[in-house]
Every structure is written in C-alpha cells, then in structure tokens.
C-alpha cells in the first residue's frame, strides 16, 4: 500500500518528511492489522520520534529545538498527526484507494472523536448492564 501510493498517488509526492513518515505510520497501522489505538498512537510516537531526530540531522540540535520547542511535546505531535492524517484521508484520491481496498475512510476531529467515544462506552455499559457482564 505504501509503495503504491508513494508512487502512484502525485499528491503523496512533494510533501515533506513529516506528512511522509505520519502516513506511512497510518498505513503501517493498517498493514500490520493495528486494532486499537493505542497500537496506532505507538506507532505515530515512534515515527514522530524518528522525525525529531531527523530534524536535528538536518538542522542541528539548537535550531531543532528552537523550530520545535513546545511543538515538539506529545499534544503537538498529536495536534500535528491529526491534521495531517485528516488530510490524507479527505484527499479523494486516498480516499477512493482506501474504500478500493475495503477500507470506509473517516477523518474526524479530536472533539468528534471523543464524541464518538463517549457514545460508544455509554451504549456498551447499557449492554453489560442487560448482559449483567461484570465490570473489571
């Protein structure tokens, strides 16, 4: 999937390091069956660490950390991969390869994913309470 769309895909070309590394964390998320999230934040920290030490090859030390400051704390890796990931997927060249794949492509916001997170703990607590599964 990656090389297909590194080198079918034009708008993949051009785009810097980090997009590049962010979506190949997300397709490597998807290639390795990653389920939960926590598995595919794992991966988007590791590939964010790989590109801080890449900024600082390319910069050095002190302009790295001058460009990243703050930026490079987990919030911003985090705020940065969302954007970047919603812009890989609402792209409908993307999009159209992950649905050819069987894939339903959805970017939401860091609010609409809580949304649906929290809808989705309150409507599975309602089938553990009729269930009368225990909670661990």
């Given amino acids: 999937i990656i090389g297909l769309l590194y080198n079918e895909v034009e708008w993949f070309n051009g785009r810097s390091l980090g997009f590049r590394i962010i979506l190949i964390a997300l397709f490597s998320a ?72 069987g894939g339903q492509p959805q970017a939401s916001s860091p609010t609409e994913f809580r949304t649906r997170v929290e809808r989705d703990i309150s409507n599975l607590r309602k089938v553990m309470a009729e269930r009368k599964i225990d909670q661990e």
């Fill in 30 to 101: 998807i290639h390795l069956n990653v389920g939960s999230l926590g598995g595919i934040l794992s991966l988007l920290l590791i590939f964010s660490i790989y590109f801080f030490h890449q900024g600082v090859a390319r910069w050095g030390r002190m302009k790295a950390l001058a460009l990243g400051g703050v930026g490079f704390s987990a919030l911003f890796l985090m705020a940065y991969a969302n954007r970047e990931i919603r812009a890989v997927v609402e792209t409908p060249a993307i999009r159209q390869r992950l649905v050819e794949l």
